[in-house]
C-alpha cells in the first residue's frame, strides 16, 4: 500500500480558515466564552497591577522620600509636572514625591538645585495631628532645639499645619521605639497595601480557576461534537473509501487529532491571548514606570526574539517529522495485525519485525529531536531572562543613586521582566499544540 501519509498535509503554521472552522463549534456555547473571556481579563489585570502594589508599598510606607521645592519657584514651568502631583505645602516649603522630582530632566534638575529652589533630601514627611505632646521626648527637645530659617534646605526635626518633617537620616537614627509611634501612618498604609494584594491575589486566582474551568469545559463539549460529527460522517462512507484508508490513519483522526482539538480550546486559544496580553502590558508598564530604564531593558529583548523564533522554527520541523513517524507507526501496526494471519501465511514474521524496528526507531529519533529543541531552548530563555534582571539591577542601581528612580520602581522592574519572560516559554511550548491542531 502506498505511503498514505507522505501525502498529508502538514506544513501550515496557521490558518485562519482552520480557526474559523473549528470555532464554529463553540458557536452554542458563547455564554462559557465570555465567561472564559472575562475571567482572562480579570486575571491578566490582576498579575500587573500586583507589581505596582508592592511598588507603592515600598515607596509610600517602607522607603518614604520626599523632596523640598521653594514656594517661590511654583510658577517655573520646569516644575510644573512635579507639583501637580502629590504635594504638601508647609510654610515656605512645598514637599513633593522624590519619585516625582526623578521625572525632572537632569540639567533642569541640577539647575533648580544650583538656584536654591529645589533641595532633593531626602525628607521624611507624615501626617502627624495629634499635637507636639504625642510626639516622643527625643523628638520634641529636637524640634525644640532646631530653629527653623525657613529655606529650602531643612536641617533638622519640624512640625506645622498637620504635618512632621525632618531629614530621613534622622528617622534612620531614631530608636525603634520612637520610630514606631512616628511612623504609624506608614505602618497603616503597609497594612492597607498587604489586604489590597491579598484581595487581588484572590481575584486572580478566582479568575484563574474561572477561566481554566470554562475553557476545558467547552473543549470537551466541542470535542464531543467533533467526535459524533466524525464519527457520522466516517460510517456514511462507502465501503470503498474505506477498504482505501489505513486503519491506523481513521483511529488516529477519530481519537488523538480530536484531542488535539481539545488541547487547542483548553491550552492555546486561552493562553495565547493571555501571554501576549502580559507582555504587551509589561511593557506598557515598564515605561510608564521609568522610559530610560524600560529602554535598557528593551535594549536586550533582540537576541531573546531571535532565540524564540529559532525554536519555534526548529520545535516546527520536529513536530512534522515525529507527526509523519507516529503516523506510520500506527498505520504500519493497525495494517498487520488486521493481517496476521496473512503475515503467518508467507513466513514475514522476521521481515516484518526488522520493518517496525526501523520505523519505531525513526519514531524515537523525532520524538528525541523535539524534545532536543526545548532542552536547549528553556535554559536559554533563563539565562537570558537572568541576563535582562542583571543589567535592570545594574542600571537601575545607578539611576536610583543619582534620584532618577525610586527603590520601589527597581524592585517593579526586576519583577515585571520576570513576568514578561514567563510567557514566551508558554507560547514556544504551546506553538506544537497550535500546529497539530492546524
Same mark, same amino acid.
Given at each position: ?44 489585570? +490582576?498579575? $500587573? ?71 532633593? +533630601? ?22 525644640? *532645639? ?56 484572590? &481575584? &486572580? ?42 486503519? +491506523? ?23 495565547? &491571548? ?6 504587551? +502590558?509589561? $511593557? ?10 524600560? $529602554? ?18 526548529? *520545535? ?17 501496526? *493497525? ?7 496473512? &503475515? ?95
Amino acid at each position: 500500500m502506498a505511503e498514505y501519509f507522505e501525502t498529508d498535509d502538514i506544513v501550515k503554521d496557521y490558518d485562519k480558515n482552520i480557526v474559523a472552522r473549528i470555532f464554529r463549534y463553540v458557536r452554542p456555547y458563547k455564554a462559557l466564552f465570555v465567561l472564559a473571556s472575562l475571567a482572562l481579563v480579570l486575571s491578566t489585570a +490582576g498579575e $500587573l497591577i500586583l507589581p505596582i502594589i508592592v511598588q507603592r508599598t515600598v515607596d509610600d510606607a517602607l522607603v518614604v522620600s520626599w523632596a523640598v521645592v521653594d514656594k517661590r519657584a511654583l510658577g517655573d514651568s520646569r516644575l510644573q509636572h512635579a507639583v501637580a502631583g502629590h504635594n504638601v505645602a508647609l510654610g515656605s516649603r512645598y514637599f513633593v514625591r522624590a519619585s516625582t522630582v526623578a521625572a525632572l530632566s537632569v540639567p533642569d534638575r541640577d539647575a533648580l538645585v544650583a538656584e536654591g529652589l529645589l533641595d532633593q +533630601g531626602p525628607y521624611y514627611l507624615t501626617r502627624w495631628t495629634q499635637g507636639a505632646s504625642a510626639l516622643p521626648g527625643r523628638i520634641r527637645a529636637d524640634m525644640a *532645639a532646631y530653629t527653623d530659617e525657613g529655606r529650602v534646605h531643612l536641617a533638622g526635626p519640624v512640625l506645622a499645619d498637620g504635618w512632621f518633617a525632618s531629614p530621613k537620616a534622622y528617622v534612620l537614627a531614631l530608636a525603634p521605639a520612637e520610630a514606631r509611634v512616628l511612623r504609624v501612618l506608614d505602618r497603616a498604609a503597609a497594612q492597607r497595601n498587604a489586604i489590597l494584594f491579598l484581595v487581588l491575589l484572590s &481575584v &486572580v486566582l478566582i479568575a484563574t480557576f474561572a477561566q481554566t474551568w470554562s475553557s476545558s469545559l467547552i473543549g470537551q463539549k466541542v470535542m464531543k461534537d467533533l467526535r459524533m460529527d466524525l464519527f457520522r460522517k466516517t460510517v456514511g462512507q462507502s465501503l470503498a473509501f474505506l477498504s482505501r484508508q489505513p486503519v +491506523g490513519r481513521l483511529v488516529t483522526r477519530l481519537t488523538s487529532d480530536v484531542e488535539t482539538i481539545n488541547e487547542f480550546f483548553t491550552s492555546v486559544v486561552v493562553s495565547f &491571548v493571555k501571554d501576549f496580553s502580559i507582555m504587551i +502590558g509589561v $511593557l506598557a508598564v515598564l515605561l510608564a514606570l521609568s522610559p530610560t530604564l524600560a $529602554l535598557v531593558t528593551i535594549a536586550s529583548l533582540p537576541p531573546v526574539l531571535f532565540v524564540t523564533y529559532l525554536s519555534r522554527t526548529k *520545535a516546527r520541523d520536529a513536530f512534522r517529522r515525529q507527526r509523519t513517524w507516529l503516523s506510520k507507526v500506527n498505520a504500519y501496526i *493497525a495494517e498487520h495485525i488486521a493481517g496476521v494471519s496473512v &503475515v503467518k501465511l508467507f513466513g514475514r514474521h522476521d521481515a516484518c519485525s526488522r520493518e517496525f524496528a526501523k520505523r519505531n526507531g525513526q519514531l524515537l529519533k523525532a520524538n528525541l529531536g523535539e524534545m532536543y529543541v526545548y532542552a536547549v531552548f528553556r535554559p536559554l530563555i533563563e539565562f537570558f531572562s537572568s541576563t535582562s534582571t542583571a543589567l535592570v539591577l545594574y542600571y537601575g542601581a545607578g539611576l536610583h543613586d543619582k534620584g532618577l528612580i525610586s527603590l520601589g520602581t527597581l524592585i517593579a522592574f526586576v519583577n515585571l521582566v520576570r513576568m514578561f519572560y514567563s510567557p514566551l516559554q508558554d507560547i514556544s511550548e504551546k506553538y506544537t499544540i497550535l500546529q497539530s491542531a492546524m
